[in-house]
């Protein structure tokens, strides 16, 4: 079964993105990280305060389900504060964060390089090895946290790279 034009196209278009965001993050590290730990900080803000509205609006909840969501709300709006007053601690948790992300995209990248045989060889091939890179570098990682944010950076942008290549040449196919 072929897949549609529009589904193709639009992997190839992601894909390019994939590859400028690499470019990008390998031009500006620093920016990158700056705007990643902003994201986390203002996500975590914004999500401490549906929750917390979201547990005063809950009129039907038990009283016990309205305070733990109220609970985890002020959990996030701390953390979310912790993060912008303390970039570094961010940093480190945001070194995590992305490496277990990494490990879960290698995982299901070589998991459908290995099982869906409906795809040519060489993007079977091109998961695979994707897989494995992700894997690889997200384990680096984990293993040794004092290679820290350049090394995921670097790793972060090599996966890109990677990741926009396969999705181009997949969109192609």
Do not use: Q
Request: with cysteine; charged share 10%; hydrophobic share 65%.
């Amino acid at each position: 079964m072929r897949t549609s034009d529009w589904a193709r196209a639009l992997r190839v278009v992601l894909g390019l993105i994939a590859i400028l965001a690499a470019v990008v993050v390998l031009s500006f590290p620093g920016l990158a990280v700056f705007t990643l730990l902003l994201i986390l900080a203002f996500a975590l803000i914004f999500l401490g305060v549906a929750r917390i509205v979201h547990s005063v609006a809950a009129k039907s909840w038990s009283r016990g389900h309205r305070i733990l969501h109220a609970v985890g709300g002020v959990l996030a709006l701390v953390l979310g504060g912790v993060v912008l007053m303390f970039p570094a601690l961010g940093a480190s948790t945001l070194v995590f964060l992305l490496a277990f992300g990494l490990l879960c995209y290698g995982i299901v990248s070589l998991v459908i390089g290995g099982a869906l045989k409906l795809l040519s060889k060489w993007t079977r091939a091109l998961l695979v090895i994707v897989g494995v890179l992700s894997i690889v570098f997200s384990l680096i990682v984990f293993i040794l946290p004092a290679f820290g944010l350049l090394t995921l950076v670097i790793w972060l942008s090599v996966s890109f790279l990677l990741n926009g290549i396969e999705s181009v040449i997949s969109g192609i196919e």
